[in-house]
């Protein structure tokens, strides 16, 4: 370290020696720097929306319904009003009553509900408070008197004539409805030497982030300010503005260290829009939250889902035509729902190659807490369901399910049958290296692992990166900014990307640090905030790193131009002949010649020019089809990835656990190691702990009977098995910086499948339903045991 | 989150604590370590008006053997405390493994065996080891003290027979003649998870290091499969005085299928338990004569 | 016996409690029912300490009371009387990490870091007692702590480095 100037010199081992680019390698990525936040976070320092305090602050609570559907014929308020402390009871008559929604397609939601509460928690009035106790009495000593109505729980059964209607706009409570028919999917079937249906059950899920959410809102002369537990400011800023018709400008959103995301904080709450009405009224700032059971009534978690899967086939394991058939449960609201419908079936193309694909599905309404987007978005079951029949197949064809998915692997530089363009495809190069990693031909040979033991595969790709913002509008999907100290020993990043644990802040930063020839440990940044940074959209779709990260790359060259003509000056020699590495300036020409720091160009190019600022804004090119729903699923860039899982089962108790698990992945080129496998340990430990563990269960009036975390069961450190990651090296992905991929969604496509194939070759028994409980698994044992008796 | 407002006492004798508990009665709740309680009282299914903590009452914490006669383990002992006893792990090792496959560590640090019995929750972890070792309950009363059988203590689920002045001091499990016992739970999860089932088996085995092993006595508990703990005494009248085989403890599961009465709720259903119950009476009666009281 | 307390006028008694908290004597009047966890974070502003669940389920709000952790939502503040309580901001030194924390930063185990503080207490604990745990207990040790974002694997590579060893998985 070079005290004087302030400027860490960076000396780990790099990553990608091996590969050239534009005949420089680079160095502050591919390399595992510490997190940014990660000193606030070890030692406690770090401010969490919750953790924040204001003077005169006032505490807010919500009241929901505790009914899935009821009339709501009068609030009496006067009580609580009564009780000391209790500063404000607001219900419908006091706030917007303009419809709001994350997807404009289906604005749904009312601030409070008007005329009825469609699920238990629908929110109903809300209280602020002196303090947190006072909340929860001022709820009890609200009087709400309701008629309670027939609920639609079952989304099997809600489209049926006579049902109940949740939103009476909506006939048949169909939410989305989507027929698509991409080439001649019933000649292919037609014609087809070999077909196969078959069907899985989903389950309701919730990602369960461990910060609750909170927000705290202060509207002080005609002013608004929101810090929140947000994936992103920019959408919160938009619809809070748009809902108290406000200026965007007058609306500021904050969003401190967020405790995880997973989708379910990309949307603005009640918490924000009943905090920022409750201020207004009182005149101070009101923070509002949510207790861990709300934050499973809140829900926008994992839709749950019923698949039927049918494929075409030569015999020699040829795929040729896919249909499915989706219904899923969204619940009593959109949220991002309509993405999570055609997510669901548009990326079922990407892995394999199929020239015929028929897809239909109905999301449908139901007096149930409504689903969003969780990590996968619509893909995770519809790929478990398509990953199971896979191996279904092969084992009517006799092929080995590692074989039959080499054999119709995605190809690089193709176009799928539903119109995604794909560059950089290794997924082929990843089920090689698969194989060889788990032993798998060995492994898979019958008799070879002991009774009770099985290996199973499955695949995965997500979106580098949605092709289209969330509502229509022509802005770039990033921008930042970049300002150099002026004595040049820090930079500061600016954008409103948030972190919502999955390390952006650093890798962006490691982005800008490579771009300026800079050095990272000099980095800091100021993001998550609306009047501060400019403009991104957020933390969703996988796509910070990308997206986000040209705008920095942008910056970062703007500034190393800057800095290397004023070096230029400074030597006497053309820019052109300078380059800037590390923070160090100096000559391809003439070596001799000392170099300079960048601190002192830095601080030249300030006393003669001002601030050395450089920006950087990036648009997604027009990508997709014309067909309805086309934009969705489209992407600038996919990732890839296979997975395998070993797995033990008790065949006389159910109780199956997974020895070691594998992943291999086509992930471009790496910025941060250690932050890309925390990713994917991540993304598989969630999906094994919905595949085996998790579920949202209801009671029959569609209470939740399992809200917390004793009865949802997320798994621990016990439960996790030992986990083996590998790359597929690359750095030609010509649509991102670097050629770097997603990693945070895409991990989590293949693990469903791959356990259920274990389970599958470990007892032959098929799990056809979420999830794999114990019990299920028992079950099926059960099933299997009787009908080959009866066989006999 | 919160807790509605109560008083609170920390009595520093027994006659102390049993006066507040007659001068408070229903109002009042006896809190020890509280990781059952104060939860509840979070849920509201309590409001108490008064606590009386009995954590400085003499003596309540201390586990010792009594010589010829058996272990005492004072009511507010926490599990970790029962964990890592040298008093209990020398003699009892199966108390001390039913004792670490309870909750979380943070938990068993603060919850107590006093709390694990008189919270009466049918899943818990040590009332099947402790009845199946024939564990007495002590409890004090205004002027009288009672000693009776554990698995009287239990009246339903989240029951117990205590009066409202009463208090339970003291936990004992009296020397005998089990050679052999062990508990064993079915969780849905690895750690911090109650038992979908748990079976105690305490068995008192001869000539089993000669290779012809008999079970002379046996005591077979069930847990979470009933209202309250449940004596298996017809699988324990199949193992009695029989050699020790397979077959045996195959027929003992058979029969502990069909005595237990457990109900169907979101974490398994009656058949599933059932069937859990039977097998893990097998594997427990297997265990303990391959384990002793390990 | 409990004596030392004063009642509002609207018949709620406050008591006064003296807490050693990271070394500090704290002494405070407070309710009953204040929480551990709402006494670190509300009487005294030490907001490392996270409430996740509430209920004792999550770990997030884990200290160490008297050297061993506990779940400080189930924990009475008034219990907690005349005990050391250590919460996240007392186990770094002025200016350097503990070994704990430095391993966390340095395995990628932290990710949105809700879970860290209480994750660490635990590992804390472990360590104090068994410099020298092995996989398998360090996984136990943790086990009674959710972290929703690391699949826990690069916790449990923090923690075995932290006590000087590496970790086969």
């Known amino acids: 370290m070079n005290e004087e100037e302030g400027i860490v010199y960076s000396k780990e081992n790099h990553l990608y020696d091996h590969i050239r680019f534009a005949g420089q390698r680079p160095t502050q990525i591919g390399v595992s720097k510490p997190r940014i936040d990660g000193v606030p976070k070890v030692t406690g320092a770090g401010k969490y929306t919750g953790d924040l305090k204001f003077p005169n602050m006032l505490y807010g609570k919500l009241l929901g319904s505790p009914h899935a559907h009821a009339k709501i014929l009068s609030i009496d308020t006067s009580e609580a009003e009564k009780i000391p402390g209790v500063m404000k009871v607001i219900t419908a008559k006091d706030v917007p009553d303009l419809k709001y929604g994350i997807s404009p397609a289906r604005w749904d939601e009312n601030v409070l509900c008007i005329d009825k509460a469609r699920f238990v928690g629908d929110k109903v009035a809300a209280v602020a408070c002196v303090d947190e106790e006072t909340c929860y009495k001022a709820l009890k000593a609200i009087k709400v008197e309701y008629e309670v109505l027939p609920a639609a729980l079952d989304y099997h059964t809600a489209m049926e004539d006579g049902q109940p209607q949740v939103h009476d706009e909506y006939p048949n409570n169909i939410n989305t409805e989507i027929h698509h028919k991409f080439g001649d999917p019933d000649k292919a079937f037609a014609e087809a030497e070999y077909t196969r249906t078959d069907i899985c059950e989903g389950h309701r899920t919730y990602s369960s982030p461990i910060e609750p959410h909170s927000a705290i809102s202060i509207w002080k002369d005609g ?40 989708g379910q904080k990309l949307e603005p709450t009640g918490l924000e829009f009943c905090g920022a009405v409750l201020s207004k009224l009182t005149g101070r700032p009101v923070k509002m939250f949510y207790d861990r059971y709300e934050m499973f009534q809140h829900n926008r978690g994992r839709h749950q889902g019923h698949y039927e899967v049918s494929s075409a086939w030569k015999k020699d394991g040829t795929m040729q035509a896919v249909k499915v058939n989706f219904i899923t449960d969204g619940g009593a609201y959109t949220s991002l729902g309509i993405a999570t419908a055609y997510y669901a079936g548009g990326l079922l193309p990407l892995t394999y190659v199929f020239d015929h694909f028929q897809f239909d599905l109905l999301r449908m309404y139901t007096n149930l807490p409504a689903c969003g987007a969780q990590r996968g978005h619509g893909a995770p079951q519809p790929k478990y369901a398509f990953e199971s029949h896979l191996d279904n197949v ?82 770039p999907s990033s921008s930042a900014m970049i300002r150099v100290n002026e004595d040049g020993t820090a930079a500061t990043l600016y954008t409103q990307a948030v972190d919502i644990g999955q390390g952006a802040y650093t890798v962006l930063c490691q982005e800008a640090a490579e771009a300026m020839g800079y050095c990272y440990e000099n980095m800091k940044i100021v993001a998550g905030d609306t009047e501060v940074a400019p403009l991104d959209f957020g933390a969703y779709a996988s796509r910070l790193t990308a997206t986000c990260g040209w705008a920095c790359k942008r910056a970062g060259e703007e500034i190393k131009a800057k800095i290397l003509e004023t070096a230029g000056f400074m030597l006497h020699l053309p820019p052109e002949d300078l380059i800037c590495v590390d923070g160090v300036i100096s000559s391809v020409s003439r070596p001799k010649v000392k170099p300079l720091t960048f601190s002192e160009v830095a601080k030249k ?48 108790t159910g109780e199956v656990a997974v020895l070691q698990a594998w992943d291999v992945h086509d992930a471009g080129t790496v910025i941060n190691p250690a932050l890309m496998q925390g990713q994917v340990h991540g993304a598989f430990a969630m999906g094994f702990s919905e595949t085996v563990s998790e579920q949202v269960l209801f009671d029959d009036k569609g209470k939740i009977i399992n809200g917390d975390f004793g009865g949802y069961r997320v798994i621990t450190a016990l439960d996790v098995p030992s986990f083996t990651n590998a790359l597929i090296p690359s750095s030609d992905e010509p649509s991102t910086p670097w050629g770097l991929k997603e990693i945070g969604e895409g991990s989590n496509n293949p693990t469903m499948g791959a356990v259920r194939n274990a389970i599958f070759q470990a007892t032959g028994v098929s799990c056809e339903k979420l999830p794999m409980s114990y019990e299920n698994i028992w079950r099926a044992i059960q099933k299997k045991k009787a009908a080959d008796a009866a066989k006999k | 989150m919160y807790l509605p407002d109560f008083d609170y006492y920390a009595p520093e004798s027994v006659s102390e604590a049993l006066d507040l508990l007659t001068e408070h009665k229903e109002n009042a709740k006896v809190i020890c370590g509280g990781t059952d309680l104060l939860p509840k009282m979070k849920h509201e299914l309590l409001a108490p008006k008064v606590l009386i903590s009995i954590k400085k009452l003499p003596n309540i914490k201390k586990i010792e053997y009594v010589k010829g006669k058996g272990i005492s383990i004072g009511a507010a002992a926490t599990h970790n405390e029962i964990v890592f006893s040298e008093v209990v792990n020398s003699k009892y090792p199966s108390i001390c493994n039913a004792a670490a496959q309870m909750a979380a560590n943070q938990v068993r640090h603060v919850g107590t065996i006093g709390g694990n019995i008189v919270s009466a929750v049918p899943s818990a972890d040590l009332p099947p080891i402790l009845i199946a070792l024939g564990a007495t309950a002590k409890i004090a009363g205004p002027g009288k003290e009672r000693v009776i059988p554990l698995e009287d203590v239990f009246t339903g689920p989240q029951q117990n027979c205590l009066e409202a002045n009463e208090l339970l001091t003291e936990i004992f499990i009296p020397d005998g003649d089990m050679t052999c016992s062990t508990y064993h739970k079915f969780a849905l999860r690895r750690a911090g998870a109650l038992a979908v089932v748990g079976v105690a088996v305490a068995l008192q085995t001869k000539g089993c290091a000669d290779g012809a092993c008999s079970i002379e006595d046996a005591r077979i508990v069930y847990g979470a499969v009933a209202p309250t703990p449940m004596r298996g005494v017809k699988a324990e009248a199949v193992v009695k005085g029989k050699m020790a085989t397979d077959d045996v403890f195959e027929e003992a599961g058979k029969v502990a299928y069909s005595e237990c009465k457990p109900i169907s709720d979101f ?28 | 016996m409990t004596t030392n307390y004063i009642t509002d006028r609207h018949g709620i008694r406050r008591y006064m409690v003296t807490i050693e908290v990271n070394g500090i004597e704290y002494t405070r009047v407070i309710k009953a029912n204040v929480l551990l966890v709402n006494f670190l974070r509300d009487e005294l502003d030490l907001t490392g300490t996270k409430k996740g669940c509430e209920l004792g389920d999550c770990g997030s709000c884990t200290v160490l009371l008297n050297d061993r952790p506990v779940n400080s939502c189930l924990i009475l503040a008034i219990e907690c009387d005349g005990m050391k309580v250590t919460s996240i901001e007392g186990l770094a030194e002025t200016e350097s990490l503990d070994i704990i924390q430095q391993k966390f930063v340095e395995f990628g185990a932290v990710q949105c870091g809700y879970c860290t503080a209480g994750m660490i207490m635990s590992a804390k604990a472990l360590l104090m007692k068994n410099p020298k745990p092995t996989e398998g207990e360090v996984r136990a040790g943790i086990s009674g702590n959710l972290c929703r974002c690391t699949g826990y694997i690069n916790i449990i590579k923090a923690i075995m480095a932290a006590s000087g060893q590496e970790a086969a998985i």
């Open chain 1, 605 to 652: 190019y300030f006393i003669i020019k001002g601030p050395l600022v450089g920006t950087g804004v990036y648009t997604v090119p027009r990508l997709g089809g014309y067909h309805k729903g086309a934009p969705v699923a489209t992407s600038i860039c996919y990732s890839f990835c296979t997975q395998a899982a070993e797995v033990e089962v008790d065949e006389e």
């Open chain 1, 223 to 262: 002013k608004l300010t929101v810090y929140c537990s947000s994936q992103s400011v920019h959408y919160f800023q938009y619809y809070i503005a748009r809902e108290f018709g406000l200026k965007m400008g007058d609306v500021h959103v904050i969003s401190p260290l967020v405790g995880g995301g997973f």
């Open chain 1, 394 to 475: 092969a084992m009517d064809l006799g092929i080995d399910p590692l074989e039959l998915r080499k054999k119709n692997v995605r190809k690089p530089y193709t176009t799928t049958c539903n119109g995604l363009q794909i560059q950089t495809c290794r997924l082929g190069e990843a089920f090689e290296k698969l194989g060889e990693m788990t032993d798998w031909d060995k492994k898979r040979k019958p008799g070879h692992l002991p009774k009770g033991r099985g290996i199973g595969i499955g695949s995965g790709s997500f979106v580098t990166g949605a092709g289209y913002p969330i509502y229509r509008n022509d802005w």
């Open chain 2, 267 to 294: 974490r398994a259903s009656e058949e599933y338990r059932r069937n859990l119950v039977g097998v893990y009476t097998k594997r427990c009666l297997k265990r303990a004569i391959e384990n002793g009281h390990k």
